[in-house]
Structure formats: C-alpha cells, structure tokens
Nanobody, 121 residues
Framework: QVQVVESGGGLVQSGGSLRLSCAAS????????MGWYRQAPGEQRELVAD???????NYADSVKGRFTISRDNAKNILYLQMNSLKPEDTAVYYC???????????????WGQGTQVTVSS
C-alpha cells in the first residue's frame, strides 16, 4: 500500500505565493509520474502539472509561467511552487502518484486527501 500526503495549502492574497508539498511512502518499485490536480467548487478535477522521474514536466496553460513543479526522487517528495496567485486558482489541490508496485507491473494511482488553497482578491 502507498500513502500520499499533501501539505502547504492556506489563504493568500492575490499576487502572493504558496508552496505545496506531497510525500509518498509505502511499498513500491518506483513512481514514474507524480502530479498536482485541483478541483474548484462545482467544477471537475483538472490537471495542474505533472512530472516524470526523469524530470520532464507538463503544465496546464492556465498556470504556465506562474507555477513550477519539482520532485525529490530520493525522498519521493513532490513540490508545487505557486507564484502570482489569482482568485481563480482557489481550489482543493490533490497530489497523484502513479506507482509501479513491482517491476513490469501495471501502474496504480494513489491520491492524497487534498489541501485547500484560497486566494483572496
């Protein structure tokens, strides 16, 4: 089993910054992909950014140039640095770990419980 725990959310004014962290722990072979998703009230969950173990990253257009995703592969910790925050960034942010339980086995998804980010205008 794998546990995924987010931290770092909170309330910030428009234009401010926050840094989210996500720690994955448990028994697994590797975690090829980790990512951040968000869900605003009444909206579907959407991809914010994800990153492969080799370092290649993918961003939603709405956050390009403002958010930076990174990961510490040795510790399996994922980060999201969020700058120039806007009220429309307000959402619950979730961490997703795509885990390989054993060598050559299909990937399994594990999600954290979410952390609230609120940006006031």
């Amino acid at each position: 089993q794998v546990q995924v725990v987010e931290s770092g959310g909170g309330l910030v004014q428009s234009g401010g910054s926050l840094r989210l962290s996500c720690a994955a722990s448990g028994r697994y072979f590797s975690i090829p992909v980790m990512g951040w998703y968000r869900q605003a009230p009444g909206e579907q969950r959407e991809l914010v950014a994800d990153i492969r173990s080799g370092g290649s990253a993918n961003y939603a257009d709405s956050v390009k140039g403002r958010f930076t995703i990174s990961r510490d592969n040795a510790k399996n910790i994922l980060y999201l640095q969020m700058n120039s925050l806007k009220p429309e960034d307000t959402a619950v942010y979730y961490c997703r770990a795509r885990v390989s339980p054993l060598l050559n086995q299909p990937l399994k998804d594990y999600w954290g419980q979410g952390t609230q980010v609120t940006v006031s205008s």
